[in-house]
């Protein structure tokens, strides 16, 4: 099940090719969803250490060492290092005549599995839901994106065990 779409840089290059500059790591770190003041502290930190644009070797940990204290920031980095959702979405069934059951984002593709959250409800393919993790260790419910960024934007689940990403 694809998790949380990495921002709009690519993470296999930096743009232009070369050592990213501080303003490429902070529009990076923008695009991310982080503050403009925090991502300008940690791009001239990314600049200063000398850190890979791939971040594939980023952990919780180095980023906590190089200042980034916030764990929903960290969170947001170490999604940019993931691949792209496209390339890793798995398969989808797309029909080529009226599906039974369309998906609320896709009307060409079958609906598969309906949002955990009460206040939704709506069916959706694959590609629009993430898997939800629940205090009982129960991975069998998903969010669909949409619910899933209202409540980590809500801080609407605050416990690691519980987390959403």
Known sequence: ??????????AAAAPGGGKPSVAQW????????IEADCAATY?????????????????????ASLGVKKIGHQLRILALAKPSTAAAAPAVIVASTPVDC???????????????????????????????????????????????KRVKDNALIDCEKCSIL
């Not at 993430?130 to 998903?142: D, K, P, V």
Request: net charge negative; aromatic share 10%; with cysteine.
């Open 43 to 63: 791009a001239e930190t990314m600049v200063q250490e000398c850190i890979d644009w791939s971040l594939e070797l980023m952990d919780k940990e180095t980023l």
């Open 1 to 10: 099940v694809p998790q949380f779409c990495a921002p709009s840089i690519p």
């Open 102 to 148: 369309p998906c609320a984002n896709h009307p060409d593709r079958e609906a598969v599995i309906e949002c955990c959250e009460p206040v939704c409800r709506r069916k959706f393919c694959f590609a629009c839901v993430s898997r939800a993790f629940t205090m009982n260790g129960n991975t069998n419910l998903y969010w669909c994106h949409a619910c899933r």
């Open 26 to 33: 902070r529009e990076r770190f923008v695009g991310a969803g």
